[in-house]
């Protein structure tokens, strides 16, 4: 005989609906997109803003090339880019489950002759 609980079917289900959003949110959040982006846009401006005033030691050293500013700006770009990406195509949500509920196999249809198995 099934016991009865003090939570009624409409309390589990707000739970259960309140915990998927928890869900989401958490996914949205640890999106390594997020990450990627935020740790190249925050190494990039580290980085340009060394190599707006080199020394002339690290000109020399890289043949003439500002190779801080140059590295920099491209990381800024790719943190961009990857921070961009995750604004325009967000994650989608994650699908729930199907109930498991017991269904008929779909009928067969009758194969064409000439396709299918070899006769």
């Keep these: 005989m099934p016991e009865h609980s003090e939570y009624s079917e409409s309390d ?10 928890q869900s989401t949110t958490a996914a949205r959040i640890f ?3 997020t990450i990627i982006g935020g740790l ?10 060394a ?10 050293k890289a043949e003439g090339i500002n ?16 921070l961009a990406w995750l604004k325009l195509r ?3 949500a994650p699908v729930p489950a199907p ?11 009758p194969e064409e002759p000439g ?4 006769q």
Excluded: C, Q
Aim: glycine share 8%.
């Design 12 to 21: 589990l289900h707000r739970e259960v609906t309140e915990l998927e959003a």
């Design 31 to 33: 999106d390594l997109r």
């Design 40 to 49: 190249f846009v925050v190494y990039g401006v580290i980085v340009t803003i």
């Design 51 to 60: 190599g707006i005033s080199p020394s002339d030691a690290d000109l020399d």
């Design 67 to 82: 190779i801080n500013l140059w590295t920099g700006l491209g990381m800024l770009l790719l943190g961009i880019f990857f």
């Design 90 to 92: 967000p994650m989608a």
């Design 99 to 109: 109930e498991a509920a017991p269904e008929a196999a779909p009928e067969a249809a």
């Design 115 to 118: 396709k299918g198995t070899p």
